[in-house]
């Protein structure tokens, strides 16, 4: 058995050690916000927060992540959302930055955790910790916008 | 005539029963008759939600849901249908919904094809005069049932963000007469003074800013649901093992590995490959990955990338083998020429690479089959789905959810992975509800593939400057033969998907030949956002850019000279070198250049104008694309600015650096570490800029790809007289001058 501490519950799972955190979210807790999208830590869609960190689910195994707090997009953006998650969330629809969305899970983790150390980013900075996640789309302008709406979201 | 012209001139494809048998070669059903008709039993979700027509029904609560006929892949199509019902019903934006609309052509046909499907940015342009008469019969049919209670006469009602009045002082919401109005089963008529669509001047919605996607929501929240989020009840997911050739089959596995996965249920050999069935994803991917299977490749395509591209190299050093296009005599005005212009492109496969990677849902039950996946050709998956399960078509039910992209991937003519979850689900006699998942890599190398092509064009100026002669050849492989697609689309050996965008050149020139060889090779091609456009733009503005510098004019003013009678080309290229601080002539400084494409592909326009700087260490950084774009007339602003946004970045990626090859007939791209997608640190900023226009609406979501790579490949020239004709740049070095 294995015990997970995730969006403020714990849980105890009957997986395999090696299976990666990304499966164990999606198949068993049926937490599907967090997307599969390369396997190989390559593209971000499956981005979530580990004791507040950005990681790539698809390459943590599950064994490895017991003693850590794991928060998904449910929790993050959800009603027990920090200020930075709710900014994040407010500015990507104040410019409607989704296209087909199924990056946007991991763009929003990963652009939380920027704001949440980082409380104003300059473009270069954005660019940085925005650089492992794929948008096919290519909604990078508005991501991007959508960060500075956030940040100044978060000064008000 | 380019297929978007057929069908703008009201020619449809024949998705009839005869070219699907030709297809599929064999005994089916036919594909509009014998489909349930009920459309109360078609789409029936909502709770108490009455049907009105099958694009429009009304709750109680007065909340309004649009059935959305078209895939939405991210290009925004639910918004702009939910945005033309709502305009002409006069409801409330607040109170809108969208579902999709299941798989029956007989109701949700894509007016374009005679067949329900997405593609060719058709969808608004199809839907326009479909959705408004839905919505002003649903409004009428409300209207009249107002009248009726309120024994006043139906025109003297108005109607306004969902509520129905009358100067008397009555008032009522559309919830209230939902009920009444969509039980009148006979369509209720138009009064004759009231002009059936409104007037473009009283539009609060159409091409209003302001307006957020209906899909903000739950993409911004996680409950968006795609195929990959569905666990059906009892299901086993499917991971196959897929042959490294195109065309090889599994001779023999050993599965003992495998079984002992925990989780695994069950291995079956199939025609595509050997998939492992297991209680979750993991396990399945695992079971599969510890697989032993020897593959028979003795039809499988063998030759590398390098191969296939000598054989379009040889095919264009040769006359073609059909003649797309021949006005005057372009071989003979070249021999008189006084400076003639020759130049070589190569163009590489192309994967579409959509964040999600192909999936679907197929379950088998009492001779019935039912798909859940993000269908985009719903009409051919419906055929292939009957023919691969052996059941009549209307025991197939294909249920549609958001897909996680496309770009052109999920309309396949083989319904290529449908038919493998169903066969899988098959395989198992029904036993359990099967969701196929493919990996990154099986997505990356399954195929159906941008087709790799060469072209060589040859113009000629003369004493004025201006082209004289154009002789264009191109060679690759034929994206429509032996679809269903092939009778419109394939005339005397011409495939138009080969040749539009140049076939149809749009400048002025007395002598223009193009002709097409078309290569057979074994790796599967599909269209790919803008599909022949992607290319053929490269060659076409790229060229034209050549004989301007060789004229010694300016990019902008030489284009304009051969666009007098283009004046939708013409309005897009004014408009975004005006808006990008064009000038004629001008340099700009060392390290630094600006370049400018056109091109109409679906009906509409689009210019750019891209600036560039080359970097210390010889590699390009796009900084800007200012974008002009003339769609007719515009339904959601923001959804048309988004689209071309995202446009420029998808080609940008591919012209930047993308390249699926193969070495012995084996793809060597398998993830996002070498087919290495656009990062954020790559996206220019992009400027849109819209041409004001009450044309009917045209395609968007395409048209916004072709000029890109071309831009960039004139800005690059401005910055290092180098020219760019074979895509993708890669690792080029680029010296500033």
């Not at chain 1, 979210?25 to 997307?35: F, S, V």
């Not at chain 2, 020759?342 to 798909?371: C, Q, R, S, T, W």
Request: charged content about 25%.
């Amino acid at each position: 058995m294995i015990k997970l501490k995730i969006n403020g519950e714990e849980r105890e799972l009957d997986v395999d050690p090696d299976t990666p955190l990304l499966w164990v979210i999606r198949d068993e807790l049926k937490l599907t916000g967090t997307k599969f999208g390369c396997g190989v830590a390559q593209c971000g869609a499956c981005t979530v927060h580990l004791d507040g960190s950005p990681v790539r689910a698809c390459q943590t195994p599950i064994s490895d992540v017991e003693d850590s707090e794991i928060r998904t997009i449910e929790y993050v953006v959800g009603s027990s959302a920090s200020k930075e998650g709710k900014a994040v969330q407010a500015a990507w629809r104040a410019l409607d930055v989704v296209q087909c969305g199924y990056c946007q899970s991991g763009q929003m983790m990963s652009a939380v955790a920027l704001l949440t150390t980082n409380k104003k980013p300059s473009d270069k900075d954005i660019d940085t910790a925005m650089n492992g996640n794929v948008c096919r789309c290519a909604t990078y302008q508005r991501i991007r916008a959508a960060i500075h709406d956030a940040a100044k979201r978060l000064e008000a | 005539m380019t297929y978007q012209q057929k069908i703008k001139d009201g020619e449809t494809l024949d998705l009839s029963r005869r070219s699907f048998l030709a297809i599929a070669g064999g005994a089916g059903v036919g594909l509009m008759i014998g489909l349930k008709v009920d459309p109360a039993a078609a789409a029936n979700t909502a709770q108490g939600a009455i049907e009105f027509n099958p694009f429009v029904k009304v709750s109680p609560d007065g909340a309004v849901t649009v059935i959305v006929k078209h895939l939405d892949k991210g290009q925004g199509v639910a918004t702009g249908l939910a945005t033309i019902v709502a305009e002409e019903m006069d409801a409330d934006w607040a109170t809108i919904r969208t579902e999709f609309a299941p798989a029956n052509p007989n109701l949700y046909a894509n007016l374009a094809f005679k067949a329900q499907g997405t593609g060719g940015s058709t969808s608004i342009a199809n839907s326009w005069d479909q959705y408004r008469t839905a919505a002003v019969t649903a409004r009428a049919a409300l209207v009249n049932a107002a009248a009726e209670a309120w024994k006043v006469p139906a025109g003297e009602i108005t109607v306004v963000k969902g509520v129905i009045s009358h100067p008397s002082g009555k008032k009522g919401s559309f919830g209230e007469f939902a009920e009444k109005a969509g039980a009148s089963k006979t369509p209720p008529a138009v009064s004759p003074q009231t002009p059936p669509f409104k007037n473009p001047t009283k539009y609060v919605l159409i091409g209003k800013e302001g307006l957020h996607r209906v899909d903000n929501d739950s993409k911004t929240d996680g409950t968006a649901i795609y195929t990959q989020d569905l666990h059906v009840p009892g299901m086993l997911v499917a991971v196959v093992a897929h042959p490294p050739k195109f065309g090889a089959k599994p001779k023999s596995f050993d599965d003992a590995e495998a079984k002992k996965v925990k989780g695994v249920e069950q291995v079956v050999q199939i025609p595509t490959g050997v998939a492992v069935l297991a209680k979750n994803t993991w396990a399945a991917i695992k079971g599969r990955n510890a697989l032993k299977v020897e593959w028979d490749d003795g039809a499988a395509e063998g030759r590398g990338s390098d191969a296939l591209m000598a054989a379009c190299k040889d095919a264009v050093s040769k006359p073609g083998v059909a003649t797309a296009t021949n006005t005057g005599d372009a071989e003979g005005a070249l021999r008189g020429a006084a400076k003639v212009i020759e130049a070589d492109y190569a163009f590489p496969y192309l994967a579409h690479a959509a964040m999600e990677p192909m999936n679907a849902i197929a379950e088998v039950k009492d001779g019935a089959v039912k798909i859940t996946t993000g269908a985009q050709f719903q009409s051919i998956d419906l055929f292939v789905a009957s023919k691969v399960a052996g059941v009549p078509m209307d025991k197939v039910t294909i249920d549609t959810v958001w897909a996680g992209g496309s770009f052109g991937r999920r309309a396949v003519p083989t319904s290529d992975y449908i038919a493998e979850a169903l066969t899988i689900a098959k395989g198992i006699d029904g036993k359990a509800p099967v969701k196929l998942v493919w990996t990154r890599e099986d997505d990356m190398k399954g195929g159906y593939y941008r087709p790799m092509y060469a072209h060589k064009v040859k113009a000629a100026i003369g004493a004025d400057g201006m082209p004289v002669a154009w002789h264009h050849r191109i060679a690759g492989q034929s994206i429509m033969t032996g679809t269903a697609m092939e009778p419109l689309l394939v005339k005397d050996g011409v495939d138009d998907t080969s040749v539009e965008g140049a076939s149809n050149l749009a400048y002025s020139v007395p002598n223009l030949k193009v002709e097409l060889t078309t290569i057979k090779a074994g790796v599967p091609v599909l269209w790919w956002r803008s599909v022949g456009h992607t290319h053929t733009a490269h060659a076409v503005e790229t060229m034209i850019d050549e004989l301007a510098f060789a004229a010694g004019k300016d990019p902008v003013e030489y284009r304009l000279a051969l666009l007098k009678d283009k004046p939708r080309h013409a309005g897009v290229l004014k408009l975004a070198a005006e808006k990008a601080g064009w000038k004629a002539g001008e340099k700009l400084e060392k390290g630094r250049g600006r370049g400018v494409a056109v091109h109409e592909s679906f009906n509409s326009f689009v210019a750019q104008v891209v600036d560039v700087t080359i970097k210390d260490d010889g590699q390009v950084k796009v900084d800007r694309v200012v974008a002009a774009v003339d769609c007719g007339l515009v339904v959601n602003p923001d959804v048309v600015r988004a689209q071309v946004e995202g446009g420029v970045g998808f080609g940008l990626g591919a012209a930047l650096r993308n390249a699926v090859t193969l070495k012995d007939g084996v793809v060597q791209e398998g993830n996002f570490d070498k087919y290495k997608p656009l990062r954020i640190s790559d996206m220019p900023h992009v400027e849109v800029h819209i041409v004001p226009s009450q044309e009917k609406p045209t395609g968007i979501g395409e048209p916004g790809v072709p000029p890109i790579a071309p831009a960039l490949a004139n800005a690059i020239f401005a910055a290092t007289g180098k020219r760019v004709r074979d895509l993708p740049i890669g690792d080029q070095k680029f010296t500033s001058v």
